[in-house]
């Protein structure tokens, strides 16, 4: 009997909650008979494990389910046919675990380009599913692209064209650099946890979004999704998650644009095509490039990213733009074993649901707080707060790496000191009150930008693009509730009546850091949507409201019409101003939004507050 999947030497086994390993088994045979199957450990049957049941052969084939096999390792996991009377045939598979199996992904910083002098040392528990269909021991270099058995990958993958394997050896010996993530986060998994773990390798430097498309599954081994998914079916069981680091190739005009929408539909796909509706994916944040083309495109695609995790479940990510290169866009040798350690974090928080581990350090809020001017010099300070910070916020030397920037995109170089203080950052402006209102602020500005501030765990805080001063992000995403309009037609006619009334209200997703949507960024639905929030005051005021919406709209207060633009277009900013009469207590604020394109991010923005757009402590929003 010969095995064909489900079961290799060296192998590592996902386990399941209970802590037990299983493999679906298929292989080839010549006899009919019962095919069972015992775990060994250092030769001895482990517990009650003697012969087991476990499936049928016939002359052809034979199928086995191998089940409640103990976490741990190495194993030797022997499988037989019997006809009840004596042994037909029999098989053994050597260094056998199980653990947790992980999914490398993504391009060449995930494939490793770190230089090899500051490699890892390996372990014996941490395994790999090599590019050459093989498991060993973990060792960089991981990913070796000239021993794939994939097309995509080497071009001749099993064909008559590949080198032998002592040309490919020699190849392997001659590599200077191959360091990447994947290896020092199994480490640190295994130091954790004391449970062995299993890296399957599927990155490929160079790639972009397009060439991950899973709509190229069916070119199998031909293509980067169906070469990962032909790997993953070998191996016949599930997966504890994705490590993905890729993003560099779609930071290009136009590209960039997409980049949010395929990450849904790569996610989505793989969870489908893997039958793991929940399966975490763990995402590296792009960092630094020596570079100054495509700046924009750049920073677009690391603001999607640190958004993605409002956008897709179970996601989380975390940052690099602090650490070394050893090349003008790839991440050192020596700084992979930190960013090992932060996917680590992430991992067992989101995998594991670890309460000692935090997620990736997340943006809260940025905000306008009035100070004096004979203490600080300046009339504002502008408070950035961060959600799932481990300890406080620290930096090696002055803290550096935020950025003011101007209604043209440029860096105004205004922030004269950046106080830490916990999980907040105060920075201070030469700016006035009024400027600061029209500006954006960054962290790592930039393609090559210098950022030193982390937390106790050394996680750093993510890269941001542009954040509009004085919202309240988190305060956005818990307020509004949104529905669909579907019975509408005519949106000149449309009163306060027909767009209050019907149910169906839900919580209104936030908008990649700025303002709420009507609906899912995933979603193409057009057509009407009526948004609805609550503002509180103190007692009866004046106020003031400050509105963007990229999209035909119309806005009422407490059943009264205040403001309206049929006809309005992108951008998304603050760009209309109306009075508001509050009464004292609860207030509805109601919007209506004619959704006309299919485009993910339309949807709206609002402030209250004085004329001179400044904070109400009378009013909360």
């Known amino acids: 009997m010969k095995i064909n999947s489900g079961l290799m030497s060296g192998q590592v086994l996902q386990r399941n909650l209970k802590g037990k390993g299983s493999a679906t088994v298929n292989g080839r045979c010549s006899v009919n008979g019962t095919v069972e199957f015992r775990v060994l450990k250092a030769g001895k049957p482990t517990g009650r494990m003697t012969w087991k049941s476990c499936g049928e052969a016939t002359k052809k084939s034979f199928q086995a389910e191998l089940t409640e096999i103990k976490t741990g390792g190495p194993y030797q996991a022997e499988l037989r046919i019997t006809d009840g009377r004596k042994v037909l045939a029999k098989t053994t598979v050597e260094d056998l675990y199980v653990g947790d199996v992980w999914i490398l992904a993504g391009q060449s910083n995930m494939q490793g380009v770190g230089n090899l002098c500051d490699k890892p040392k390996p372990h014996p528990q941490v395994r790999a599913f090599y590019m050459r269909d093989e498991w060993g021991m973990a060792e960089e270099k991981l990913h070796f692209l000239e021993e794939a058995v994939d097309e995509v990958h080497s071009d001749y993958g099993n064909g008559p064209n590949r080198p032998s394997k002592k040309v490919l050896n020699k190849k392997r010996a001659d590599c200077w650099n191959g360091v990447g993530p994947g290896l020092p986060f199994a480490l640190e998994m295994q130091r954790k946890s004391k449970v062995p773990q299993g890296l399957i390798c599927c990155a490929h430097g160079g790639t972009s979004m397009d060439q991950w498309s899973p709509d190229l599954k069916d070119e199998g081994g031909k293509s980067l999704y169906g070469a990962m998914m032909r790997r993953f079916d070998k191996l016949g069981q599930p997966v504890a998650g994705v490590l993905w680091y890729q993003g560099e190739s779609d930071a290009h005009p136009k590209i960039h644009l997409d980049y949010t929408s395929k990450m849904v539909s790569l996610v989505d796909r793989s969870r489908g095509d893997m039958n793991l509706p929940n399966l975490p994916w763990c995402v590296v944040q792009i960092g630094r490039h020596t570079s100054t083309e495509m700046v924009h495109e750049w920073n677009s695609i690391q603001e999607q990213q640190r958004c993605l995790p409002n956008v897709i479940k179970s996601l ?3 940052s690099t733009i602090d650490l070394d290169l050893d090349d ?95 999980n907040k950052v105060f920075l201070y402006s030469n700016m006035s009150t009024c400027q600061l209102e029209v500006m954006s602020l ?27 001063i004085g919202i309240n992000l988190a305060k956005y995403g818990d307020t509004w509730q949104t529905r669909s309009l579907d019975e509408i037609q005519n949106f000149n006619k449309l009163n306060y009546s027909k767009a209050s009334e019907g149910k169906g209200w839900r919580k209104a997703p936030p908008r990649a850091g700025f303002g709420v949507l009507p609906k899912a960024a995933t979603s193409n639905k057009i057509g009407f949507y009526s948004m609805r929030t609550t503002i509180g005051a103190t007692e009866p005021l004046q106020s003031h409201l400050f509105f963007g919406t990229n999209v035909p709209f119309k806005v009422w207060l407490n059943g009264k019409a205040i403001l309206e633009d049929l006809d309005s277009c992108p951008p998304l900013n603050i760009k209309y101003q109306a009075d508001l009469n509050l009464k004292e207590g609860k207030n509805e604020l109601l919007v209506v939004l004619k959704l006309n394109r299919p485009a993910p991010y339309l949807g709206l923005v609002a402030q209250v507050g004085t004329k001179e757009r400044k904070l109400d402590s009378r009013i909360s929003f």
């Open 442 to 468: 960054s962290y790592g500005h930039g393609k090559s930008p210098y950022c030193n501030i982390t937390d106790k765990d050394r996680m750093s805080l993510p890269g941001m693009k542009n954040i509009s």
């Open 328 to 422: 003008g866009i790839h991440v050192s040798g020596k700084d992979q074993g930190r960013l090992g350690s932060r996917l680590a974090r992430i991992a067992r928080r989101l995998v594991h649901h670890d309460a000692t581990s935090k997620k990736g350090v997340s943006l809260k809020s940025v905000l306008l707080v009035p100070t004096s001017t004979k203490m600080s010099g300046a009339d504002a300070v502008i408070e950035v707060s961060y959600n799932n910070v481990a300890g406080s916020l620290d930096s090696q030397g002055l803290p550096t790496g935020f950025a003011l920037i101007d209604q043209n995109g440029k860096d105004t170089c205004s922030i004269y000191k950046t106080i830490l203080k916990g």
């Open 316 to 318: 989380d990510v975390t």
